[in-house]
C-alpha cells in the first residue's frame, strides 16, 4: 500500500466522520435526501430493487464501517463523491441501516480505538479463517445474511487475490471454507433482521442537551472532572462546552462538536485544552450517561475514559480520587456526582477509622482531608454522601503491581509514518488477611525494560528499541535501518517491561510484555 493511501484514510476517515467541517444541511433533510442521493449515486452499479439497492440495503454496519465501505467504493470502484454527498449518505445509512447498542456493545473497543485491547472471540475457526488480517470486531459489527457474508468471501478474493497465500491461509481450504459452510455460521451469528434493532429504532428519539457532570480517566496521567453543557444545533447535530479540572486543581476548558449516529453513536471533534481530540462514545438507552473513550486526533493510541450523565438525575458519586488510602496516612479525598450539595449530601462519611476534615461542598463535588488511623483495618469502605455511595479502599501494603496492559505493541516512528507509544500502568492491589486481593487503582512506578528471551539479549533490543518516560508510556526509537545493529536492522526490540513501585522501605515489582515492531502502514477507522 502507498503512502497515498495512508493519507486518504486520514483525510476521509477525518473530514467525513470526526473532522466535520461543512455540514449545515438539517438532519432531518439530510436523512430525506439520503435515499435520493444514494439513488443518484449508487444505483449506477447498485441495481435497484423493490427493498431497495441491491447489497446495500442488506447490510447493516456502524458509521466507521459505512465509511470505510464508501472508501473502498472510491478506491477501488472510482465512485468520487463530495464531502457533503458522502456526509449525507453515511449518516442516513448509520441511521436507517445501523446496529442496536447491544448489538455493538461486544466490538466497542474497536470503534473507540483501544490500543491492545483483547480482541472478541467468535470461536477458533472464525479466529483462524477471519482474524489474522484484522480484528474480528471488524467482522462483528456488521449485520447480513449467508448470502451477503458469501459475497463478501468473494469480495476478499476479488479484490485481493493473494489473499489465500496471505496470513498462512494455505494451512487450510481458506476459500471452500469461506464460501462454504462459514457465511452460513456468520448469517447465523450475524443476521440482518433482529429484534435488538427492530426494538432499538422503535424507541423515542433523546435529545441530549443541557447540563451534564464529566469525569475522565488519564492513563499514566492526572485524571479530571468538571461539568459539560451540550447545546443542539438546528440541524440536530451538537456542540459542547466543557469547564474541566484535573485532580491536581488545574483549571482548562474545551469545546467540542459531534455528531450523533444511529440516535446514540456519538462522534465528537474537540478541542480541549491545547489537544485535539475525537470522542467515540455512546449514549445510553435512556439518553442520560454518555461513555466512551477520547484520543489524540493524531494518536488514537494516546486517549483515556469519559463518562458524562446528566446533571439533573439523582445522587450519584461517579468518581472517588485517589481510590485507595494507606492506613496512617492523610490526603486530600475528592468526590465527583450528582446531588452533593451542602444539604442533600450530608452526612458525609468515608467509612470506619478515617476522620474527614477541612470538608468543601459544591454541586458536584466534595474535597476533604481525610485521615486514615495508623490500625485502620484494610479494606474496602463504602464512601457516603447523604444518599450517594462511592467506595474507598484502606490498606496496610502493597502486595502485588499488575501491569497494565501485560501484553502490548509500540510500532517504530520514521518518515510520514508517526510512532505509536505504548502506555502502560501499574495498578497496585493489597492482600487481605483472609486471602483476597483488593484493587488499589493505579500507583507511581518506576518504568524500565530488559530483554524478553535470550535472542533479545543478544541482539541488545533494550538498547535501541526505544525508552519509557516517567508517566509509564513507551517511547519507540526512529525506524531503522540502523547501521549500528546487526545487518543494520531495524530498531524493533522483544521486551519485559518492569514496574517498581515504592511501598515504605521496598519495592514491588511488576512484569509486562512489549513488543516493539515495525511502522502501521494503514489505520483504517475499525482496525
Ligand atoms: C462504480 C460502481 C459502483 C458504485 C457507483 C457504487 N458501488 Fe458499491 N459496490 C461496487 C462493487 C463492484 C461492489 C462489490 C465489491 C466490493 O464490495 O467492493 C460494491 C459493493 C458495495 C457494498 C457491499 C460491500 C460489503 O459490505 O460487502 C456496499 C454496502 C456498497 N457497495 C455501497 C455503495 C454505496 C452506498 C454507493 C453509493 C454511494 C455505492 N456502493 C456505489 C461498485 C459500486
Ligand atoms: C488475508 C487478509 C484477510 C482475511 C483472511 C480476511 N479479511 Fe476481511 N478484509 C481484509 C481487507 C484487506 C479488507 C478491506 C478493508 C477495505 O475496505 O479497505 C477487509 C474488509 C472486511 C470487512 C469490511 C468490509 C466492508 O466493506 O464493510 C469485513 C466485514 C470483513 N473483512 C470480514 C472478514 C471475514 C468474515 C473474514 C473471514 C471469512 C475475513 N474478513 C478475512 C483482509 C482480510
New binding site residues.
Partial sequence: MSIGFVKNWTLVAGALLLGMGCHSTAQAAAHASGENLMRAYCSGCHQEHAGGLERISA?R?TPE??I??L??MR??HGLVLGEEVRDSIVRYLADTQGLAPAESAAGRFALERRPNAKDVDLGPD?GV??????S?A??S??RRDADE?RK??A??VG??T???Y??S?RDRP?WQ??SGP??DK?GSMFPFSSTAWRDWQARPARDLSGAWVVVGRVPGGKDFYGTARIDREAGGDYQAHYKLADIAGFEFAGDSKAIVYTGYEWRGSAQVGDRALREVYAVSEDGNRITGRWFDADHAEEGGEWIAIRETGPAEVLAVFPQSLRAGSTATVTLVGNGLGAAAASPLSFGAATVATHVQREAHRIRALVKVAPDAAPGLRTVSAGGALGRLVVYTQIDQIDVVPGYAIARVGGGRIDPVTAQFEAIASTRLPGGELLGLGPVEAEWTTSAFDAEAKRTEDEKFAGHFDKRGRFLPSPAGPNPAREFSGDNVGNLTVLAHAPDGKHTVEGRGHLVVTVQRW?T?P?Y
Avoid: D, F, Y
Avoid at 479463517?129 to 484484522?134: E, K, L
Fill in positions: 447490510i454496519k464501517g459505512w470505510m465501505t472508501v473502498r478506491q477501488v472464525i479463517m477471519c482474524g489474522r488480517c484484522h474480528l471488524r467482522v459489527l456488521q457474508w463478501l468471501a469480495t476478499h479484490q485481493w493473494s489473499i489465500e496471505s496470513a491461509g481458506w471454507i469461506a462459514q457465511p456468520l494503514i483504517p475499525i
